[in-house]
């Protein structure tokens, strides 16, 4: 047995929904599928973030790109943010709308070219 870890119980949950995501697709294509989902989530998290904090700031600097970059973080069209996304989870063209993101993002960062 081993000691000093600990079992947080959402392991399989999550090996569970990367097999349902991988479904018949070689490993070496998924990564590249989990970490471009990852990066997507990650810059739209910062990017909320730091909306959030102008909006509470109330100086209406919130869609301000230069706010961001500023703070080195990505700006993130409306249209490539995480609850757009999510709001397409269950639809047939979620693929599409991933793909649309990233290239929305990699477009309007040129530390991305």
Known sequence: MVTGTTTV????KL??????LRSNMDAAEYKHVVLGLIFLKYVSDSFTEKYKALKAEGYGYEEDRDEYTADNIFWVPADARWENIKAHATST?????????????EKDNTALN
């Open 9 to 12: 119980g959402f392991e399989e």
């Open 15 to 20: 090996w569970l929904a990367a097999d349902k």
């Open 93 to 105: 063209d979620i693929g599409e709308v991933i793909d649309n993101a990233m290239d929305a993002i």
